[in-house]
């Protein structure tokens, strides 16, 4: 274990576990039983002593005057401070009233993405030893790009990113990688000074726009046309990777018929695309290979997201960069899956409904037989980022119990009848896995918990001392560490390795390199369906698109009050603002079919004049909620959340 002390100073390995893609490995430097100082660990084989911003700076956040530390209740409106057994005596008298009166199906626990370790998976157990209550399906992030993905390969299994520096070349669709993986920016100035392209292909102009020799600027939602059209491109000239498509794929016909609806002009006027630039697209993956194509989340958030992804697919196969060092599709790794998914105790429950994720206040509101009685959240925050927040605030309002468990008052904790403090990781001792890269990091507690903080591990080990299934459940951490961590260690990993340090987990750096994909004919397979209206873009009443973006300061809504600014603000090209008689920074009225608020306008030549954008993660109680504009529907493919499906108007503010 590297972990050292010296003359008052401690240095303490450990990993971000927060939703992000990097994983910092982390050293904590700690004086006098206080964090001063987070820097990047120099072992880590991925982040190799680097550490994001958002990260360097979360001992503000641990340290927040407003971070809450002991339990409260809510009385008469107001929160009252109470202690642990009170809290828990409550919630688990609340359960039981509730499972004898109701059935456990009543209950819905929803587990967030706040935080994303080992120890989580006993979460879910707890639930299930309860007698099976309602939890969730989908998701609001990456379930969609998977789920397609799927569809081709069989699998989706993505490029270690370590791979991509044998790159030559890389497209960064839909990625922003300054903001999103900094992790990658040393891969992409490597690939660059070696002479190779990078291409943004993204309809926003993003922070990762000065990391790019080129930018192509899609149409919002229409990424599918133009990978057709390069596609298109490759065939016609006879360029494509014969002896791939021949020997490893079908399903090729079929795609070639749908090909062959359009012409490149039409592809390319559907996309919005200058055929110079589809032409730029096809010879960077056959002049400069092996490409590498990384896909970002903004693509998984269209109800009919499937066909972009998978066309992206197509062309990656046709251009023969698939399977080969390099190249690939990557999109993301199961940071659950180094687990032992008996874990989650799914076998022990007698029942057990599931909602849809992306639809959550409708799903509550129309559940019966029986109806939502109580909410469980952890590491969430849904009715601010969950779509449509006005009706999911509804459905919590209307459910008789709500338990939050979090680090300070959000925009969901205003509907809880019990807050329950939670720790950080810096408070905390687990195991992480990451949705960036191939590593598994350890959690190791470098502060005692602040105030009457406690991790979700000790709350859940608590409450189950309340019922009967208590012997089956409440166990020493690090036997329960050992259990789900069983498939690492048998591979020979010790726990001392991974206290330790990073370690990387039994995955190929190249998948697929063998020719074969875990499909039934061990064939990739390309998509067969594809129906063009799906992406028609008809705007009538509302002329923007609202794409809803991760902010370059902040994780999701992983905010204080203090830290928002008085008013959100939207970006929008110039000639619209001047066409609608809008000014930079006057305040507008943004207004969708479910909604509206207000936000301080922002004039960006650099994008698109058909989008508005903004940051999301806001809290509504700071005037920053944008969900409470975005519709609530689910995605084809994958029962993702298509955000970028909501279309809005800028009005000016009256009288």
Known sequence: ???????????????????????????????????????????????????????????????????????LRKEKGEWKQICWEEALDEIAGKMKQIKRDWGTEAILYYLGYGERTALKLLNVRFFNLFGGVTTLMGSLCGGTGQASQDLDLGCRISHDPLDHYNSASMILWGRNPVTTHFGLVPIINDIRKKGGTVILVDPLATKSVALCD???????????????????????????????????????????????????????????VPKKQIHLLADTLLEQPPTAILLGW???????????????????AISGNIGVPGGGVSQGFEEYGPYDPEGWGEHLASTGRKLLMPMIGEEILKAKDPPIKMIFVTAANPVCMAPNSRKVAKAFAKTEFVVAAGHFLDDTSD??????????????????????????????????????????????????????????????????LNELLGPLLSQGVTM?????????????????????????SEKFRFMRIFKPEK???????????????????????ERTLSDHKPMMSVRIHPAEAAKKKLRDGQTVRVKSEVGELRARLTLDPAQRRDTVVCNRGGWIKAGHGVNLLTRDLVSRVGMGAPYFETKVDLLPIEG
């Open 1 to 71: 274990m590297r972990n050292k002390s010296a003359a008052g100073k401690r240095e303490i390995v450990t990993t971000c576990t927060r939703d992000c893609t990097n994983t910092c490995g982390l050293i904590a430097t700690v004086e006098n039983g206080r964090v001063v100082r987070l820097r990047g660990d120099p072992n880590h084989p991925f982040t190799r002593g680097r550490v994001c911003h958002k990260a360097a700076k979360f001992i503000k956040r641990v340290y927040s005057a407003e971070r809450v530390l002991s339990p």
């Open 214 to 272: 080129h930018h192509i600027q899609p149409a919002p939602g229409r990424d599918a046309f133009l990978a057709m059209a390069a596609a298109k491109l490759i065939l016609e000239t006879g360029r494509e990777a014969h002896v791939f498509l021949s020997d490893h794929c079908e399903g090729l016909d079929a795609y070639c018929r749908i090909l062959d609806r359009f012409s490149l002009d039409e592809l390319a006027e559907k996309c919005d």
């Open 298 to 316: 903004g693509l998984h958030r269209w109800e009919y997201a499937h066909y972009a992804i998978r066309s992206i697919d197509a062309l990656s």
């Open 415 to 480: 509907h809880a009848h019990i807050f329950l403090p939670v720790t950080t990781f810096l408070e905390e001792t687990d195991v992480t896995a990451s949705f960036g890269n191939n590593y598994i990091g350890p959690v190791n507690r470098a502060i005692a918990p602040l105030g009457q903080c406690k991790s979700d591990f000790e709350i859940f080990q608590l409450l189950a001392g309340r019922f009967s299934f208590a012997g089956e459940y409440v166990r020493p951490l690090e036997d329960w």
């Open 496 to 520: 001392e390795q991974i206290t330790g340090g990073a370690v990387r987990l039994n995955a190929p750096m190249v998948p697929y390199a063998n020719g074969k994909f875990p499909t039934p």
């Open 535 to 557: 992406l028609s873009g008809n705007m009538d009443e509302y002329p923007y698109r609202l794409i809803s973006v991760v902010a370059h300061d902040y994780i999701g809504s």
